[in-house]
């Protein structure tokens, strides 16, 4: 269609950051009984392998189906999304990442452990190599002994650190986590921020995360995209000056206020369009 | 620590006490109320038969004793039910057409056959109506219809198609108790197949599982608490689908049969000790079944 921007693109980025996701002139039309809605309008977002992104707006501005265009769980009116070099399709068909939902979504039926073997099981591997991995895994979410409770003998953010696990049994090159701390209360929910933190930095694995909390973008952000409804757009890209390595006390700071600031006005600004 | 003991004792047998007290006053309510009907359902058939022939002057007593002894009353008092029901099982062999177990055993077989491809047959249809809406559309009406023929209806055409075609004995039967334990385990299914979320769907999705690995690793066992309440309707339907199975064809063996030649020969003793036997085989099959679900359910938690 528009061939000017890709080579554009391509050049101006420094060989070392590869893209894992990039999006470009995406538009996602619904077709209602009335009206058609634009539910996404002309997204162009690169995001560089290793980066963390938050997406954050308000309610309905496309902010979680952007998401699932790039999960394959929606699919683009218009435009071009390429995960890894393909397309979302075959990036899924290829395990290219892990998605956490807003909600646990763990099987009752299975133990903790079960439910982080799920998609190793799955993809058809050993059962006991499943098992290996899959209690690593648990350790790393700091559930180690957990591994024979069923879901519901666990907190809500247990459960949340279990389907997190879960996302990365398999060692997906990318997590995308829908408002994954949206339904906990705020004390477990900067604990869990401080621990997902951690976890980035110890493996730099590319981060989409979705978000209406302000406070939790800025604090695990590399990049914050800032997103406006009516059509669902993106307003602003935001590259966080705060440095990677971050602990709770840094929210106290003037350099942590001054980018959660600007992303204010920015959210702002989409608002008065 | 013996103080802990003696409390839980008594509270144990508190328990039984709560628990047991109403149910006995109703047995025991019944148990009058049955006499009673005994008595006044009998009464003109003794005075007829045994009283007035006897040319004695008779009393109230001589009537009640002479209705809750008769060979073939219109109803028989309890006990007399007891006696029959308990000399069947302890006076005739096994292999004897007189001994209940005997029939129990080949209405057994039908039912739990029946059952077995009911459920399986259910299930296939339910997986089947789930994948595709085609199915779903052209399969479920019919589904829905078939049991809207009586199966009282349905098992002598069944038995004299299948009879044509060489089957004899058990298939027949256990085709029409199959017919009537497929409905309940389709339907439940069908809801149960259906009942994953979006969320756990989509999640499944992003997996790339493939739809067997959807149906084996969420839909089966998301599906597993409506099954089994269909189970236990579905053996019920069973039994009584291989007990009508047996009267058609005045089959020799069988509760059902049982039943028949019982009211050819106005047997009524026989009549209620099969009838008994029957309600028992059907308790015991549903209870079996709800131990099974406890077992498979039992770290479900909702």
């Known amino acids: 269609m528009n061939p000017d921007p890709t080579p554009a693109v391509a050049a101006s980025s420094p060989p070392a950051a590869r893209a894992a996701v ?89 133990t903790v452990l079960g439910n982080v073997m799920l998609p190793l099981q799955i993809q058809g591997m050993d059962a006991a190599q499943n098992r290996a991995v899959a209690i690593e895994h648990l350790e790393r979410v ?15 953010g247990m459960q949340q650190r279990v389907s997190i696990a ?34 980035w930095q110890r493996e730099r694995r590319t981060v989409v995360f979705v978000t209406h909390s302000i406070a939790e973008a800025v604090y695990l952000s590399t990049k914050i995209v800032v997103m406006s409804p009516r059509p669902g757009r993106i307003v602003k890209v935001i590259d ?13 700071t003037q ?11 920015a959210l702002a600004d989409g608002h008065h369009d | ?55 004695n002057p008779w009393t109230w007593q001589d009537l009640a004793a002479a209705t809750w002894s008769m060979e073939r009353p219109v109803l028989p008092a309890p006990h007399q039910i007891a006696l029959d029901f308990w000399s069947s099982l302890v006076d005739w062999p096994l292999d004897s057409p007189r001994n209940l177990l005997f029939h129990v055993a080949v209405t057994g077989e039908t039912t739990l056959v029946g059952f077995v491809l009911g459920t399986l047959l259910g299930l296939l249809l339910a997986i089947a109506i789930v994948h595709s809406r085609t199915l779903d559309r052209a399969l479920l009406p019919w589904i829905v219809a078939s049991q809207t023929v009586p199966v009282l209806a349905i098992a002598p055409i069944v038995l004299v198609i299948l009879g044509s075609l060489g089957m004899e004995g058990l298939a027949p039967k256990a085709v029409i108790a199959m017919y009537l334990s497929f409905f309940p385990v389709t339907v439940a ?8 979320q979006v969320i756990e769907t989509e999640m499944m999705h992003t997996y790339a599982a493939t739809a067997w690995q959807s149906l084996w690793l969420l839909r089966l066992p998301a599906a597993l608490p409506f099954l089994f309440p269909a189970l236990r309707v579905g053996i019920a339907a069973s039994l009584v689908g291989a007990m009508v199975a047996e009267l058609p064809t005045g089959a020799a063996a069988g509760l059902g049969a049982r039943l028949l030649t019982g009211s050819y020969y106005g047997n009524t003793l026989a009549i209620w000790s099969a009838l008994v036997m029957s309600s028992l085989l059907g308790l015991l099959l549903t209870a079996v079944v709800g131990l099974t679900e406890r077992l498979a359910l039992r770290h479900r938690h909702t």
């Open chain 1, 22 to 110: 990039e999006v470009r002139n995406a538009s996602v039309i619904y077709e209602t009984a009335d009206t058609p809605v634009q539910a996404l309008s002309d997204i162009d977002l690169r995001i560089n392998e290793g980066e963390f992104v938050s997406l954050i707006g308000p309610s309905g501005c496309g902010k979680t189906t952007l998401l699932r265009v790039i999960a394959d769980l929606e699919h683009i009116s218009s435009g071009t999304v390429l995960v890894n070099g393909v397309s979302p399709h075959d990036a899924r068909l290829a395990r290219a990442y892990g998605y956490v939902f807003q909600a646990p979504a763990l099987f009752p039926w299975r």
């Open chain 2, 1 to 55: 620590m013996a103080t802990t003991t003696k409390r839980i004792e008594r509270s144990w047998l508190g328990q039984v006490w709560h628990n047991g007290l109403p149910v006995a006053v109703v047995v025991l309510a019944l148990l009058v109320v049955w006499y009673a009907a005994a008595c006044a359902m009998n009464a003109s058939a003794v005075i007829e038969r045994v009283l007035t022939p006897s040319g």
């Open chain 1, 240 to 252: 966080s000056p705060l440095p990677d390595e971050r602990h709770l006390a840094l929210r106290d």
């Open chain 1, 166 to 199: 879960r996302a990365l049994a398999f060692e997906p090159k990318i997590l995308m986590m829908d408002e994954p701390f949206g339904a906990l209360d705020e004390i477990t929910r900067d604990r869990l921020n401080e621990q997902l933190q951690q976890l």
């Open chain 1, 142 to 156: 700091g559930l180690k002994g957990f591994e024979g409770k069923y879901p519901w003998q666990l907190s809500g």
């Open chain 2, 189 to 196: 299914m069908v809801q149960g197949l259906r009942s994953p």
């Open chain 1, 255 to 265: 350099a942590f206020m001054d980018v959660a600031h600007e992303v204010r006005e």
